[in-house]
């Protein structure tokens, strides 16, 4: 465990109670002031904090690494760096934090520089993507989706139990917390029509969903084994799959889905390190049946994180329409990276791997308005009297995640993202 | 039309007849010496021409750009220069190679330095691909697919002949001809097991495919129509799309493939430009029904390319397996990316978006072994006795295309790859 880890610990950066982010997370970002050029930042409370300037003072001197890593649009050169690099950054970021060190605390001028308001600086996507993956491994999720669409009985498919099924996205349309898109257009076919047509999507829906971020990458043909996959993840994120359920539904056979989600995809911007979610580790769901050998696994592989989901309308007025968590996965990150290399498939730095929907065990814990509204026969009433079934123009969803232990939160910040009218 | 595809235009380059780099085609790619850095060059006959030693010697002084776009590992920054700059550049290097033009002819040093043997350099991929998508595009293809999954009656699913079925591919594990890639391994499972199994994988495909690379992003929310295509459109490569028959079969419902297509596909070293392409457009398959309005077009769109697969056996022994050709396309490049983006999903310079298998009407123009020995029934009969059903170790799969018309022939050069056993 490292020692940035550490419940005891305290800042002499005002953190409040219930912050995301206490000197315990140290989450790694890009921000861009209005008038400054993008670069790499950790998040202390209501702060962040420009690594840059921190390097350029000198403060990171017994890590070897160039300075230009934090001068970038993105953390990739710095993620490519290693983890015990890295690391070391984490913890060095942890000490010049603790409230007894003066060494950053006392140098006012610096601080003055380098410590700026979360509200007063743009977050942008933390890495450039060079790949990304949608598992579909929460078994609620997916039993939920057989249930209204084939078969309660055999709600999973044949292939389900035997592999972390998953397919690829679109990188190009990822975009980060509080980008705004446009309600997708498409060809639709209702059960009743002969031919489809083409209009504005009817049935958008969010997907709440985790995605890690790769720090180590792999040369085509080789594998990662579930033993050693944690040292390929750099850290997560929040991500909100957009989906377009009546586009999927006409397109996605026989090759996956398509336009019904590569419209737009949205990430937190803040990528909690794997080494800050240590404590908050878990027992995974028992696996029956029994997985081929290069899917087995030992130890924790879960993570408690609390995930929520609200609605907020174009007033204003918000609800929240889903308490789940990511340790509902049935498979895990471990499990989805030696799945997704076994092949021989090369990973790279900055790809993302997402959960697919995280869904639990009881209606209040579905991870999309699909399961929540059962297809839209039971819609969710706002508090200002309007119902969702889907989501609306102009309704905004925001998604949190958080651990809490031993009086500590890890959290993540949120992952919002506004629907516009179709252009 | 360029003045660069002129058929009566010849070079002081001897260029040997039959050569598939007449001075009408120029098309652009990325050599390394054993020496050098990578750099930007245009195929002549049997040899390359360094582009950044032309601009250094001052030879483009007459196009406005920054010569560092021809000292890169892709040709990312040339192409994102915009088809005004690109093709001015391919009608100056015309100009240059012209028989009578005595500016590069008679400057012997540079000629010794700038124009080099193929046999002596290597290829690289020559773009960066940020995003990849393939296609499912050929009318014959699907048909004989779902002829032998599913049923004769009612081979095309419903939504096939109303859009151009298509999904995100993995873009990390795209790799240059000549790159030999691992037999992978993975998951299976027969009809009559009860459980997959894990090993290599027993029916290894190739996909005789073209791609088009694009040349001009869009922004997230604006869509291409297919009148203004080709501008994104900047040239075409050849694409061996491998496939792992056995693991799709088990994993491709309901996400599509995965595991079965991202172990590699391999792209030709040349991209010939839409322009040099402009004499060999042809009138496109009648389709009906008729389309939604956002998929109509004028004029000729599809694209006269002769194709060819070859397996080579690992003694050297050589078979033509497959004579196929673009134009059967049903399903054109503009319609794709018209598609592709009617949901606003945005585009980036370097993406790939590849063709699917182009099988023609007869078995003898199949572009899969799937469908050439109809799922293994019809195994091909190879000149040393042996016999594929697929493709064995060792193997060797080599695809060309050219276009012929007056006399001139416009070549795409190899698209090679060899299977080698599993690691």
């Given at each position: 465990m490292s020692r940035a880890n550490d419940p005891k610990l305290k800042s002499w950066v005002d953190v409040k109670p219930g912050?995301?982010?206490?000197?315990?997370n140290l989450p790694f970002g890009i921000f861009k002031t209005s008038t400054g050029k993008p670069g790499a930042a950790v998040a202390i409370g209501d702060f962040v904090l420009d690594l840059s300037l921190l390097s350029k003072a000198g403060l990171f001197n017994g890590i070897k690494f160039e300075?230009?890593?934090?001068?970038?649009?993105?953390?990739n050169s710095f993620i490519a760096l290693g983890k015990p690099i890295t690391n070391a950054v984490r913890e060095r970021v942890s000490d010049l934090l603790v409230?007894?060190?003066?060494?950053?605390?006392?140098?006012k001028t610096l601080i003055a520089k380098a410590l700026l308001k979360q509200s007063e600086v743009q977050m942008l996507l933390p890495v450039h993507v060079p790949n990304y993956t949608d598992f579909y491994s929460s078994r609620e999720h997916a039993t939920n989706v057989g249930t209204m669409f084939r078969?309660?009985?055999?709600?999973?498919?044949?292939n389900w139990l035997h592999l972390p099924v998953g397919y690829h996205g679109r990188a190009s349309s990822i975009v980060v917390s509080g980008t705004a898109i446009h309600r997708p257009k498409g060809q639709t076919k209702a059960d009743d029509q002969e031919n489809p047509s083409f209009g504005p999507c009817r049935l958008l829906d969010f997907e709440l969903e985790m995605a890690f971020v790769v720090g180590k990458e792999t040369q085509l043909g080789n594998s990662v084994s579930t033993a050693n996959a944690g040292e390929h993840i750099f850290g997560l994120l929040l991500f909100n799959d957009w989906s377009a359920r009546d586009i999927q539904k006409w397109e996605?056979?026989?090759?996956?889905?398509f336009l019904a989600k590569n419209f737009g995809s949205v990430a937190s911007p803040w990528i909690v390190t794997l080494e800050a979610l240590e404590p908050f580790k878990v027992e995974s769901p028992k696996q029956e049946p029994e997985v081929l050998p290069y899917l087995k696994f030992e130890g924790k592989k879960n993570y408690n994180i609390n995930l929520e989901v609200d609605i907020v309308t174009p007033a204003g007025i918000s609800k929240t329409v889903s308490h789940s968590n990511?340790?509902?996965?049935?498979?895990?990150m471990c499990q989805q990276l030696a799945h997704h290399t076994i092949n021989g498939c090369n990973i790279q730095v900055g790809d993302l791997y997402a959960s697919g929907t995280i869904s639990g065990p009881t209606p209040d814990s579905y991870g999309s308005m699909l399961e929540i509204s059962w297809s839209g026969k039971n819609p969710v009433q706002m508090p200002d009297g309007t119902e969702r079934k889907f989501i609306l123009d102009n309704d905004t969803v925001v998604m949190k995640g958080y651990c809490e232990k031993d009086g500590i939160r890890i959290g993540f910040g949120e992952c919002s993202g506004k629907i516009l009218p179709a252009i």
């Amino acid at each position: 465990m490292s020692r940035a880890n550490d419940p005891k610990l305290k800042s002499w950066v005002d953190v409040k109670p219930g912050s995301d982010f206490p000197i315990q997370n140290l989450p790694f970002g890009i921000f861009k002031t209005s008038t400054g050029k993008p670069g790499a930042a950790v998040a202390i409370g209501d702060f962040v904090l420009d690594l840059s300037l921190l390097s350029k003072a000198g403060l990171f001197n017994g890590i070897k690494f160039e300075a230009s890593v934090f001068e970038q649009d993105s953390l990739n050169s710095f993620i490519a760096l290693g983890k015990p690099i890295t690391n070391a950054v984490r913890e060095r970021v942890s000490d010049l934090l603790v409230i007894d060190n003066a060494e950053l605390r006392d140098n006012k001028t610096l601080i003055a520089k380098a410590l700026l308001k979360q509200s007063e600086v743009q977050m942008l996507l933390p890495v450039h993507v060079p790949n990304y993956t949608d598992f579909y491994s929460s078994r609620e999720h997916a039993t939920n989706v057989g249930t209204m669409f084939r078969d309660p009985k055999n709600a999973l498919l044949p292939n389900w139990l035997h592999l972390p099924v998953g397919y690829h996205g679109r990188a190009s349309s990822i975009v980060v917390s509080g980008t705004a898109i446009h309600r997708p257009k498409g060809q639709t076919k209702a059960d009743d029509q002969e031919n489809p047509s083409f209009g504005p999507c009817r049935l958008l829906d969010f997907e709440l969903e985790m995605a890690f971020v790769v720090g180590k990458e792999t040369q085509l043909g080789n594998s990662v084994s579930t033993a050693n996959a944690g040292e390929h993840i750099f850290g997560l994120l929040l991500f909100n799959d957009w989906s377009a359920r009546d586009i999927q539904k006409w397109e996605y056979v026989p090759l996956g889905p398509f336009l019904a989600k590569n419209f737009g995809s949205v990430a937190s911007p803040w990528i909690v390190t794997l080494e800050a979610l240590e404590p908050f580790k878990v027992e995974s769901p028992k696996q029956e049946p029994e997985v081929l050998p290069y899917l087995k696994f030992e130890g924790k592989k879960n993570y408690n994180i609390n995930l929520e989901v609200d609605i907020v309308t174009p007033a204003g007025i918000s609800k929240t329409v889903s308490h789940s968590n990511f340790k509902y996965m049935y498979w895990n990150m471990c499990q989805q990276l030696a799945h997704h290399t076994i092949n021989g498939c090369n990973i790279q730095v900055g790809d993302l791997y997402a959960s697919g929907t995280i869904s639990g065990p009881t209606p209040d814990s579905y991870g999309s308005m699909l399961e929540i509204s059962w297809s839209g026969k039971n819609p969710v009433q706002m508090p200002d009297g309007t119902e969702r079934k889907f989501i609306l123009d102009n309704d905004t969803v925001v998604m949190k995640g958080y651990c809490e232990k031993d009086g500590i939160r890890i959290g993540f910040g949120e992952c919002s993202g506004k629907i516009l009218p179709a252009i």
